[in-house]
T-cell receptor, first 110, second 115 residues
Framework: LAKTTQPISMDSYEGQEVNITCSHNNIATNDYITWYQQFPSQGPRFIIQGYKTKVTNEVASLFIPADRKSSTLSLPRVSLSDTAVYYCLVSGAGSYQLTFGKGTKLSVIP | GAVVSQHPSRVICKSGTSVKIECRSL??????MFWYRQFPKQSLMLMAT?????????EQGVEKDKFLINHASLTLSTLTVTSAHPEDSSFYIC???????????FGEGSWLTVV
């Protein structure tokens, strides 16, 4: 069971790049890393998923080092609407239990 | 991304009654569905994992007779809170994946208030 650790909170000004790192020291070989965004009273929304190296989509980039014991979600030029809680989730075919960490509360300041 | 829908989004029920929450995968077949509970300002707590056609696997401390989970088809799972009490009031969220190990998509969540 891969436990994840993230910073509890982060503040950023509008227009800046934000990097949120997640530690998952006991990630299994078959596990993927997925990041979600959650607004109050809503279900988590899929942002990006990766296995190794770098993945980029229209909203974010995900950096995963070779040892895969951590991952970094990069949000370019954040806006006020990016204020939310961000969770990383490690899961795979062999991970029958999905445990969420505490998430990172990102506050974007005007 | 794939769409997972929950219904109702909000429900109020009287103490002692039962209430059912539905979770549907709208554009894919979900062999695996998950149910979570989330209290205000806390993280999601996994309650159970269900595979289509099989009995759900409950997390430690979750009462299987109180939180009945049915996953009778590849697009629908239901959570029934039986004999609800005020302490069952919470935000319930489901998620689904096409296969174990695939990307997991979440529903919008359902607020349950027991009065």
């Amino acid at each position: 069971l891969a436990k994840t650790t993230q910073p509890i909170s982060m503040d950023s000004y509008e227009g800046q790049e934000v990097n949120i790192t997640c530690s998952h020291n006991n990630i299994a070989t078959n596990d993927y890393i997925t990041w979600y965004q959650q607004f109050p009273s809503q279900g988590p929304r899929f942002i990006i998923q990766g296995y190794k190296t770098k993945v980029t989509n229209e909203v974010a980039s995900l950096f995963i080092p070779a040892d895969r014991k951590s991952s970094t979600l990069s949000l370019p030029r954040v806006s006020l609407s990016d204020t939310a809680v961000y969770y990383c989730l490690v899961s795979g075919a062999g991970s029958y239990q999905l445990t969420f960490g505490k998430g990172t509360k990102l506050s974007v300041i005007p | 991304g794939a769409v997972v829908s929950q219904h109702p989004s909000r429900v109020i029920c009287k103490s002692g009654t039962s209430v059912k929450i539905e979770c549907r995968s709208l554009d894919f077949q979900a062999t695996t569905m998950f149910w979570y509970r989330q209290f205000p300002k806390q993280s999601l707590m996994l309650m159970a994992t269900s595979n289509e056609g099989s009995k759900a696997t409950y997390e430690q401390g979750v009462e299987k007779d109180k939180f009945l989970i049915n996953h009778a088809s590849l697009t629908l799972s239901t959570l029934t809170v039986t004999s609800a009490h005020p302490e069952d009031s919470s935000f319930y969220i489901c998620s689904a994946s096409a296969r174990q190990g695939d990307t997991i998509y979440f529903g919008e969540g359902s607020w349950l208030t027991v009065v």
